[in-house]
């Protein structure tokens, strides 16, 4: 809301705003310098941290402060120490690390995001990532970063599918697989499960990787090319798109929920995650924001509303669109082929 003195307003939130990269930028210094990983074991004082990682004192103090003004460290008396929250997602060990995405963010985003004003006028994208070859590229280095983003949404999908009870084979139909993570959450799940990911070559080779060091590699195989162009095969138990629709698109988007429904055997499930807004377009924040980050690297992305989605699941032939709610930013959409 916004922010008044004796009845009138004033530009503090606007400041805030006017600020507000500076958390990124400060979080990826924090990163680069080891600062997390440093702290994760013990507290220690600036001139501790400047002996262990080479950085100058001054600019560590300056650092470290703004740090705990992001309430992302703690400090007593003169040493620092990490918050739950900054121990668990920012320390390169811990595996639900979440800095490869700050770098992302700060390295690839924010330079196309500076061109916004002519994206706004023009309407077309700063960098197109939709698209094989920059796309493929721009995507194989950071999907990784995202495994940890829907892990926990995988492992709930799974568990509300029974598939720790399966009997016999199920296939899953991975749509662009990225990080392999729904495929993947899903074959930890049981062995029967088999996964075939589908995304452009260069993607691949990080899916093989992550399903290698995941143990379910000899469960995985791989379909490169274009989602609407490429063999997604026939009789799936299961079909995921994990964040796809959004850089697709209106039309393309019902062209591959009509594929899919295609691909998949009767009785099947299609599981849609998605950065949902609410049906008037008023919030969340980080749906409308995206909406913005699709304007700015795709043609004709953007971000969709659950009925928008539930219809587009109708015309392709789904029925019985509903809500999972799951460990993420949206619930995840499933529905189901008659």
């Not at 100058?56 to 740090?67: E, I, K, T, V």
């Not at 493929?136 to 009870?165: D, I, K, N, R």
């Not at 495929?183 to 499960?193: R, Y």
């Not at 990911?197 to 993607?203: H, K, R, S």
Request: glycine share 8%.
């Amino acid at each position: 809301m916004a922010t008044k003195t004796n009845g009138a307003p004033t530009p503090e939130r606007i400041m805030q705003y006017t600020w507000g990269y500076t958390a990124t930028l400060i979080v990826e210094a924090a990163l680069e310098n080891r600062v997390f990983d440093l702290l994760d074991p013990a507290p220690r004082t600036v001139a501790e941290l400047a002996e262990l990682t080479g950085a100058s004192p001054r600019g560590l103090r300056a650092l470290l402060n703004a740090l705990l003004g992001l309430q992302l460290v703690t400090r007593t008396n003169d040493r620092y120490a990490l918050t739950d929250e900054s121990a668990v997602f920012l320390v390169s060990t811990k595996p639900a690390y979440h800095g490869a995405l700050v770098r992302h963010a700060s390295r690839q985003l924010l330079p196309n995001w500076t061109q916004l004003p002519d994206v706004v006028r023009t309407g077309r994208p700063a960098k197109a990532v939709n698209q094989n070859g920059g796309g493929a590229e721009f995507f194989s280095e950071f999907v990784e970063s995202l495994f940890p983003l829907s892990y926990p949404a995988a492992q709930v999908l799974g568990t509300h599918l029974g598939l720790a009870l399966a009997c016999g084979p199920v296939s899953v139909l991975d749509l662009g697989a990225g990080s392999g993570v729904w495929g993947i959450g899903l074959a930890e799940q049981s062995p029967h499960v088999q996964v075939r990911a589908v995304d452009w070559p260069q993607v691949l080779e990080v899916t093989q990787r992550v399903a290698a060091r995941q143990g379910v590699a000899d469960r995985l195989s791989t379909v490169p090319g274009d989602l609407l162009k490429a063999d997604f095969g026939t009789g799936h138990r299961v079909a995921t798109i994990g964040h796809i629709l959004h850089s697709e698109g209106i039309e393309r988007s019902r062209q591959l929920l009509r594929k899919t429904f295609d691909a998949l055997a009767p009785g099947g499930t299609v599981a849609i995650m998605e950065f949902l807004c609410n049906d008037d377009r008023t919030g969340p924040p980080p749906a409308l924001f995206f909406a913005v980050n699709m304007l700015v690297h795709t043609e004709e992305g953007d971000t969709f509303t659950f009925p928008e989605i539930s219809q587009w699941l109708g015309e392709a032939g789904f029925v019985n669109p509903r809500l999972l709610e799951v460990p993420a930013l949206s619930p995840l959409i499933l529905a189901t082929k008659p």
